[in-house]
């Protein structure tokens, strides 16, 4: 089985080809190929980690679309004060299936 770790988004992924991965907002449309940088490569029995050999590797992925996250409330509250706040927020994300791995 061959996989890669992968670095996208300030988070590292595991993948293999054909898997369907959600990152942060990448830029580029629907249909596009976005290149990943490989940390680590497992071909079966093989771990290759060297960084001269994992700048020859090549991780692609097309972009299928562009998603928004679930909304998180983040409250803020201190008592005796009067003071409340409330706000929302919804990461911006994109779906991407990886297509290669060489």
Do not use: C, W
């Not at 992968?6 to 992924?13: D, H, I, K, P, S």
């Not at 960084?51 to 509250?77: C, H, M, S, W, Y």
């Amino acid at each position: 089985m061959v996989y890669a770790i992968v670095r996208a988004g300030g988070r590292q992924e595991k993948v293999s080809v054909g898997d369907f991965v959600t990152l942060n907002r990448v830029a580029g449309g629907a249909g596009s190929t976005i290149e990943l940088p490989a940390l680590l490569l497992v071909d079966g029995e093989k771990v290759t980690s060297a960084a001269a050999d994992l700048a020859k590797v090549t991780v692609t992925a097309e972009i299928l679309n562009d998603l928004r996250g679930p909304k998180i409330v983040i409250q803020k509250f201190k008592n005796k004060t009067g003071y409340k706040k409330r706000q929302g927020h919804r990461q911006e994300l994109t779906k991407v299936k990886i297509t290669g791995i060489k």
